[in-house]
C-alpha cells in the first residue's frame, strides 16, 4: 500500500496515476497544503502533526484489517519526506513492526 504525501495535490494525481499503471495498489494520498503553506517554521513544526496523523491511520488500517505495517510505503517530497520519517518512527523499527519503506525526494526531481 503506497501512501503518497507532498503539499503539491496534482503531484500527487500524477504519482498515483502511475502507479495504477504499473499494478494494483492501494494508494493513499495525504494533502497537508494548508499546513505546508504556513510560514516555514510552522510547516516544519506541522510535519511532526502529519506524521502522527499517518501513523495513526496506519495504525488504524493494520488493526481492522490484514495489511501489516511492512506492507505500506510512504513516499514524500520535501518537508512530506520528513512528515513520512516521523510516521515511520512512530510505527516503530524496521525488522519488528516497522514499515516497509519510506522514500524521500527533493521536489527539484519530481520536474516540478
Partial sequence: M?????????????MKDKLLKRDDFNIIIVDWSNGA???????TGNTRVVGA???ELIRFLVNSTNATAESFYLV??????????????????????GLGRITGMKQCLLGS
Fill in 2 to 14: 503506497y501512501i503518497l504525501e507532498h503539499s503539491d495535490v496534482q503531484w500527487l494525481i500524477t
Fill in 37 to 43: 503553506k504556513s510560514p516555514f517554521e510552522q510547516a
Fill in 53 to 55: 496523523q499517518m501513523a
Fill in 76 to 97: 514524500g517530497s520535501e518537508l512530506g519526506a520528513h512528515a513520512a520519517g516521523f510516521a515511520g518512527k512512530k510505527i516503530g523499527k524496521p525488522k519488528e513492526t
